[in-house]
């Protein structure tokens, strides 16, 4: 009974100031109403500072008076009543969770949210506020839930009418890029991905999938901006690792994308993708540099085969593989196969038309086959991105060579190399002149005579350029393109005939049968 009596004391002592929750009560209200201000003037870090004054005093009174409470119930049964006059405030929780989506912190915002509808399940705003945070942050079904319960709660509520349109919009959005992203229609995708994020703008899913989409279109700073952003809320994120170096992969830095994927892999083993492309970066590091090793040595067979199989490793490798089609037209240059070698190149600037590399192999492979027009339009290209002394006089070249052939080709007429020699200048044109002398056509018809008569002139106009030194030079050299016609204005083609022949009267045809001649010497 002592003992009885003395604890009856001892908590009659202590009662008055454990029940003393109205001034609890008024310092919270206090503080919230100084949060509402600081909310107003849009100074919202106060603001969340006070609204954690109010849910501390409020929970520090709540919890103390349930100490008080729970010892109460143990001695005095009906002290149950007290309970009624603690409760937690929803509200002040709803009201911080308010600030932090303010500030961005949505995340953080969500606890706050939840926690006032359990403390209060009829708080509309608190559903709402939960629903606005499950929906920033891209759980658009969990976002339709909250909105829901604040219809049924309020079924007029405009907000929440409009928020549960915006969350199952999300959705479709969703719905629909899947399906893009498996067709590789990734502009689609983007595209989807913009409209969600205008009501899910802190969901790193979304922002994931955008980044990633955005590398595969070529769009590296892009998509490098929305990883980076993501990195540095969250430097261990394995997706933003993976688009990090996905981007590095495909701009062809492939050392530097190997450390990101690996990096990614050590945050999340099970990253499949980062896998995928670092197995597939490692893989065209060392064909690529086996290729490379092969060209160096000379072993241009084993070069092609390497750079062939590394063009099979990745075809999403757009960059890179532009380098590895530019590479193996070189190799096909070579090996002289000049039409493999243009192929390879234009596949290389269909990749990429940018690269300059291969608008200079494939130009000089189409100056190496006399395609002068191509070859000029290649340099063209290449000066215009690149206006350098080298690029300007591999251009005048080019058209020099161009306007040169457009003239008559002599050597073509004559049926010799470019190379060729004196004696060979002439002996082409003993034989043409004779296959050409109009005598030999005498009996064919007036069209046959004509045609034959003209190739005769070429072949005479030919022979009396190639076989001058002087005037061969300036042919060559395209000098002549700037003179009229080489001053053949007083040629006579029967004249240089007969010089060569060894004058008048000592050469005739005579016919040996039908439709055949031969010619003698007088």
Do not use: W
């Not at 980044?211 to 394995?238: H, W």
């Not at 061969?472 to 240089?496: C, H, P, V, W």
């Amino acid at each position: 009974m002592a003992a009885a009596a003395e604890c009856d004391v001892v908590m009659a002592a202590t009662e008055p100031e454990l029940l003393d929750d109205e001034e609890a009560k008024r310092e919270a209200e206090c503080f919230k109403e100084q949060g509402n201000a600081y909310y107003a003037k849009k100074d919202y870090n106060e603001a969340y500072n006070y609204y954690t004054k109010a849910i501390v005093v409020d929970g520090y009174h709540t919890f103390t008076s349930f100490i008080y409470f729970y010892v109460m119930l143990r001695i005095k049964p009906r002290a149950s009543r007290v309970l009624d006059m603690c409760p937690k405030n929803a509200s002040y929780y709803g009201n911080r969770a308010a600030t932090l989506m303010m500030l961005g912190r949505f995340r953080e915002a969500l606890g706050d949210a939840q926690q006032s509808v359990r403390l209060d399940d009829s708080f509309v705003r608190g559903h709402l506020r939960e629903g606005k945070c499950h929906l920033s942050l891209g759980n658009a079904m969990a976002a339709c839930r909250s909105f829901q319960r604040a219809l049924e709660l309020d079924h007029k509520n405009a907000q929440a009418q409009q928020e549960f349109k915006n969350a199952n919009a999300v959705m479709e959005y969703e719905k629909i890029a899947e399906m893009d992203f498996e067709k590789r229609d990734f502009r689609k995708v983007v595209f989807c991905m913009d409209r969600a994020l205008e009501f899910a703008p802190a969901c790193h899913r979304f922002k994931i999938l955008k980044a990633e989409c955005l590398a595969m279109l070529g769009r590296y700073p892009e998509a490098q901006s929305v990883a980076s952003d993501i990195l540095r809320m969250d430097s261990t994120n394995a997706d933003a690792l993976y688009v990090r170096g996905l981007c590095l992969y495909y701009e062809d830095c492939i050392e530097k994308a190997v450390q990101f994927f690996v990096q990614a892999l050590r945050m999340a083993p099970d990253h499949e993708k980062a896998c995928i492309a670092c197995r597939n970066a490692k893989a065209l590091k060392a064909k690529k540099e086996d290729g490379n090793k092969a060209f160096k040595e000379g072993n241009y067979k084993l070069a092609y085969e390497l750079y062939t199989e590394a063009l099979g490793i990745d075809p999403n490798n757009i960059k890179t593989n532009a380098k590895l089609y530019c590479n193996r037209g070189t190799v096909n240059s070579k090996l002289r196969k000049l039409d493999d070698a243009i192929e390879d190149c234009t596949h290389a600037v269909k990749l990429d038309d940018t690269y300059i590399k291969a608008y200079l192999r494939r130009a000089q492979c189409y100056m190496d086959t006399e395609q002068y027009e191509e070859a000029v339009r290649d340099y063209e290209k290449v000066y215009q991105t690149e206006k350098t002394k080298e690029h300007k006089q591999l251009l005048k070249n080019a058209q020099l060579e161009l306007k040169k052939s457009k003239r008559k080709d002599y050597y073509k007429i004559l049926g010799v190399d470019k190379n060729a020699s004196e004696d060979e200048i002439k002996k082409a044109y003993r034989k043409r002149a004779l296959m050409h002398h109009p005598d030999r056509h005498s009996g064919a018809s007036a069209e046959v005579q004509k045609e034959e008569e003209k190739k005769f002139k070429e072949v005479g106009e030919a022979f009396t350029i190639l076989s001058d030194p002087k005037k061969k030079t300036r042919y060559d050299s395209g000098q002549d393109l700037d003179e009229e016609g080489m001053n053949m204005g007083d040629f006579d083609a029967n004249n240089i005939f007969k010089a060569f022949f060894g004058g008048p009267g000592g050469f005739s045809f005579e016919a040996s049968g039908p439709g055949n001649f031969f010619f003698q010497f007088g």
